[in-house]
């Protein structure tokens, strides 16, 4: 389990306001192999946690300014390689979030969150690959080099 938590602060000069807010969450993974032994290498992920943000105009003040969100994911992930150079996991989720870039599905009623699929490789001890793919109302991909302090998290 981790507790996690961070702020956000945007400034948009050009449209003239000030987006602030926080969340905070609680974040689990149960190894599936507990259930049962064939699920060995898998993993089930879950997190909820609440955000709250604020709209700040520099015009004239607005009554509806202050936002809260309830935060939701869940996830089924596999560990890739068993030791050796190369290791990792890879992630399949649903993100309730509807205010991140990619947005929410804009399919039947009310709004869904997004989909999307995240993973890691370890390519030595300290030096790896994270990517990610997210299908909401838009499409996001990200590719990166991560380097761990201390070795592997």
């Keep these: ?3 996690e938590g961070g702020l956000l602060y945007h400034r948009y000069p050009t449209e003239g306001f000030v987006l602030t807010g926080g969340e905070v969450g609680l974040r689990g993974r149960y190894a599936m192999a507990r259930l049962s032994p064939r699920l060995a290498g898998s993993f089930a992920e879950i997190s909820t946690g609440l ?4 709209y700040s105009f520099f015009g004239p003040a607005s009554e509806d300014a202050l ?8 996830g089924y992930g596999v560990y890739l390689g068993r030791g050796g150079p190369l290791r990792g ?3 399949l989720y649903y993100d ?3 205010d991140d870039y990619p947005g929410g599905v804009k399919a039947g009623a009310g709004v869904p969150g997004y989909f999307g699929l995240r993973g890691r ?3 030595s001890e300290r030096w790896g690959v994270p990517a990610a793919v997210q299908a909401g109302a838009a499409y996001v991909a990200r590719l990166s080099a991560v380097y761990t302090i201390g ?3």
């Design 1 to 3: 389990m981790d507790l």
């Design 51 to 54: 955000a709250f943000q604020g």
């Design 67 to 74: 936002h809260q969100q309830l935060l939701f994911t869940f």
């Design 89 to 91: 996991e890879a992630l």
């Design 96 to 98: 309730h979030r509807k």
């Design 121 to 123: 490789v370890l390519l």
């Design 151 to 153: 070795g592997e998290p």
